[in-house]
């Protein structure tokens, strides 16, 4: 079952957030992950979420979704990303 990791993304440092997307693309690609979407267009039609950007990403499943995430390669990165935005990220299980 395909996984998602879904980032709501409040970009503040748009210099350290264009390092990390330099270099994000090259841990994705030993986990399988596919980006479904990056994107600052975004219509709220309910409730009150104020997000600024939005990435989805899709993995063959969660256990590869956490391997991502978890591996050596994106921790050496993830602090550029966490300097630059203030994000919330979540993994969901697809159908």
Do not use: C
Not at 2 to 25: G, Q, T
Not at 40 to 45: F, N, R
């Amino acid at each position: 079952m395909s996984a998602y990791a879904i980032f709501d993304a409040d970009i503040h440092d748009a210099s350290l957030m264009d390092e990390y997307l330099e270099k994000v693309p090259a841990t994705l690609k030993k986990y399988g992950a596919k980006l479904l979407a990056a994107t600052s267009t975004i219509d709220t039609v309910e409730g009150g979420w104020a997000s600024k950007r939005v990435v989805i990403l899709e993995f063959a499943d969660m256990e590869a979704a956490r391997a991502w995430y978890n591996s050596p390669e994106y921790q050496a990165v993830l602090p550029l990303r966490l300097k630059a935005a203030n994000d919330r990220v979540i993994f969901v299980d697809g159908m």
